[in-house]
Structures are given as C-alpha cells and as structure tokens.
Nanobody, 123 residues
C-alpha cells in the first residue's frame, strides 16, 4: 500500500521558519518525481515545488519552484530514507495553507497524496 505522511506543520510568526517532512512507503521512492502542493483557506490547490528522482542539492537541474516561494523554500529528498522535505524560511501570512506531498508530475499526473499538514503563519 502506497502511503505518504506529512509532518512538521504548525503555527509560526511571520518571518519564521518551518521544516516539513513527507515520509513514504509502499513504492520505490527513488524512481519517482515528488512534489509539494498547498491549499490556502477558500482557495484551490497550488503546486509549489517539485524534485526529480535523483535529487542532489538545492539547485539540481529539474527542481522547480513557484515564483512566490523561490529563494524562501527549499525542497529536498533523502532517497535512503524514502523521505522528502520542504524547508520554509521567511514565512509570510500568505503561506498559510494545508501542505500536501504528492507523487507524480505535471506530465503524468499526481497519483498519490498525503493527508496534509497545516501551516499557519500569524502574529
């Protein structure tokens, strides 16, 4: 059974940082593109970052970010631990959302999702 489990969300003040994790099981993690997607209150899903299977370093070719998080968020993965991460710095109130990890890509679709972890940025 494929499982994706996010953790690390919480309440943080503007300008603060959080680190999210996505622990996976039930599939060959190192062979799949992985993504972070968020949904702000009252809004639709927003893809924010993706990393190809052989992620190695922040600026690995093929790692993408939505413009609004570039320079603030960093996606990474540890293929030995079957886990993906999202380091979020300089958080803004508009980053408040439910954050999901998802397997797949824009080309083939996102076929498995976690349950989400809530990030709230507020003073």
């Amino acid at each position: 059974e494929v499982q994706l489990v996010e953790s690390g969300g919480g309440l943080v003040q503007p300008g603060g940082s959080l680190s999210l994790s996505c622990a996976t099981s039930g599939f060959t993690f190192p062979t799949h593109d992985m993504n972070w997607v968020r949904q702000a209150p009252g809004k639709g899903l927003e893809w924010i970052a993706s990393m190809p299977p052989d992620g190695s370093g922040t600026y690995y070719v093929g790692t993408y970010y939505i413009d609004s998080v570039k320079g603030r968020f960093t996606i990474s993965r540890d293929n030995a631990k079957n886990t993906m991460y999202l380091q979020m710095n300089s958080l803004k109130t508009e980053d408040t959302a439910l954050y999901y990890c998802a397997r797949g890509s824009a080309a083939v679709g996102y076929d498995y999702w976690g349950q989400g972890t809530q990030v709230t940025v507020s003073s």
